[in-house]
């Protein structure tokens, strides 16, 4: 498709992923459809289409850095409305002194499980007075964390209510902002953060250019996102990648390449390369929500397929002492996730 304006008629030469069951009716309408191309927002070069996903939006993959990404270009308009009709008020509804009581009671125990922070905290020689800026921060799952840990953390996101609630009820500075607007002094990070942000948003080069200028020499920024050398391994096989099935927000997939092409842009070190966990088993999640269905009923979709409202049933649930200590079902074994520490030079 590279080289002209792909139409509907093209798109359907090209294997159709399904939703994943019980998604159907989340799945965004893109009104209007995109027509624009775009390019791959690592590298900026070129790939071909390989798949079309249940949102009707195609799929190229880089044959530069490898990474797959959504080859149409979204607006910042359409991203808006979607991002709008998405959560609706859920997420505000979730954000409760409930919650943020159990957020803080428990860092220290969700940080002592939590694999990436240990590795992260090794790589950078210990948390406490380490200077971290938790981009993405949500409603500061792993910002509560990195404060336990003794890290002077803050957090930035684009989600003003996540940002309301981490700022007044987990006492953590926190803004409304992005990376690039953000007008932050150079060199005045130790670690970067990107949990679950990198595939958000349309130009994450950008972003993590700013993060490398954020960070003192020798700094590190450490990223997790959805790994798309896992959705490369089952192309074209019967049980598609569940990553290119759900979670329509996310606009591009980094491979195990991209990383290492972010690595030479920058002329980072790659400390740490990791392929890991799986997704939490419908199951728990589904038992978690099931929990808290009438007070949160609506909720059931949305804990099912979006991390952040995951963690927080999650964390609702121990919050009122139901079943177990109720830490993320963590998986080291499995492939779907991508986690990555860079060292800046
Ligand atoms: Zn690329």
Redesign the pocket.
Known sequence: MSGSTPLRSDLQELPRLSALPGTEHALPAWDPFPIALR???????R?AAVLVRPDGLPVAQ??????F?VALMLTDELLDRYYRGYWGNAKTRLLTEELARYLVSSAPARAAADHTLRKIGTLAGGWPGKRVLDVGCGFGEKTSMMRALGAAVRGIDVAADAVAFVSRHLGVDASRTTLERDPGPPAACDVVTMFEFVEHPLHPLATIEEAVRRLRPGGLLAFVTPNGTAGERRLGSRESWEGFRAEMEHLQYFHVE?VA?IARRFGCRILHLEQYGVRAPEDETAAASNALRGRFSRLRLLAKFVPGVRAAVYALRAAQGRRRAAILPHREDGDYHLFAVLQVP
């Open positions: 390019d791959c927002p690592c590298c900026g070069g790939g880089c044959s530069g850095c490898r990474c990404y991209t092409f």
